[in-house]
């Protein structure tokens, strides 16, 4: 019998109504993005920040992106530049995030930013945000629906998986279609990128160019602590597993199915990969595997994605 679930709900103009208002009261809710699921709060709202970080189990200093539906309310909050222009008009709405300098007459609460000079935006492109986004006066703070280090949520049951009823509202998008964070990059300076996403290095370097000198740098965004993206079990990278009561993640046709074999793409699609990835890990994970084994991922296109994701979880 298909179980019901009392806050998970499909998209309709009451739902959106009753999300609207919680929000507006400082409540937190879940939606979907094209990426990942998300905690929304206002992000002018110093109650509603504070939920999201008890609620996440977040570090202070990882801050949040802020979601915004145009360009025009987010020009209250950041300073806009010429690299953003040109990205912005080619990749948004979409799964790309900017880390530009923060407008002094911001009404954006410095616990959002990590008070930092700096605010991460994003302009998201799912119709479930859209709608609420379209109705409401302010943006919305949303990191990823999930205990901090775990596991990024793709489908309304992950989200209800990791937070049970803490949460009054979770709405039902399907499966996020991109399936892991988006590209962060940083426009303060000489444009670099922070994390990497299904946008690509060189997506971006037919717009803008592109930093690429490695060295240490305050934390401007998520997905930067050494820790992230944990299924709860170990992760092994780049080996294949001499038990059968290990999982072992593949691509292509390079190995013959087995009962523990699990294939994030059978034609070695990388970005079909990375929208599998988070779902197949956590497949793995309720199906009582102890470890996760990985193949070698190609670090090129969304592998360098994937493979970022991979490494931090396997810590």
Not at 65 to 85: E, P, Q, S, T
């Amino acid at each position: 019998m298909k179980k019901n679930y009392s806050n998970i709900f499909s998209l309709c103009e009451k739902i959106i109504r009753k999300t609207v208002d919680s929000l507006r009261l400082g409540k937190i809710v879940a939606l979907p993005t094209e990426t990942v699921y998300g905690l929304a709060g206002n992000a002018y709202s110093l109650k509603a920040l504070k939920t999201i970080y008890k609620l996440k189990k977040r570090p202070k200093k990882n801050p949040l992106i802020i979601h915004y539906c145009n360009l025009k309310m987010a020009k209250n909050d950041v300073l806009l530049n010429d690299n953003f222009i040109k990205l912005y008009k080619k990749f948004c709405p979409g799964p790309i995030t900017f880390v530009l300098k923060k407008n002094r007459k911001s009404k954006i609460k410095s616990l959002a930013n990590a008070n930092l000079e700096t605010v991460a935006i994003r302009f998201p492109n799912h119709k479930v945000i859209r709608s609420i986004l379209k109705k409401i006066n302010f943006p919305l703070a949303m990191p990823s629906a999930n205990i901090s280090s775990n596991l990024s949520p793709v489908s309304a049951l992950d989200v209800f998986d990791e937070f049970k009823n803490k949460i009054n509202i979770i709405i039902n998008g399907g499966k996020s279609k991109v399936g892991i964070e988006s590209t962060v990059v940083d426009l303060t300076a000489k444009p670099r990128i922070l994390r990497p996403g299904i946008i690509t290095s060189k997506n971006l370097k037919r717009f803008i160019s592109i930093n690429h000198t490695r060295k240490n740098f305050e934390i401007k965004s998520p997905g930067l602590l050494k820790k992230h993206y944990s299924p709860g079990i170990p992760v092994i990278l780049n080996k294949k597993p001499n038990n059968i009561n290990y999982a072992f993640i593949i691509l292509g046709k390079k190995y013959k199915m087995q009962s523990n074999y699990f294939n994030l793409s059978k034609k070695a699609d990388l970005k079909e990969a990375a929208s599998n990835l988070y779902k197949t890990m956590r497949k793995i994970k309720k199906s009582g595997y102890k470890k996760i084994y990985v193949m070698r991922i190609p670090n090129i296109g969304p592998g360098v994605a994937i493979n970022d994701r991979l490494k931090k979880a396997s810590k």
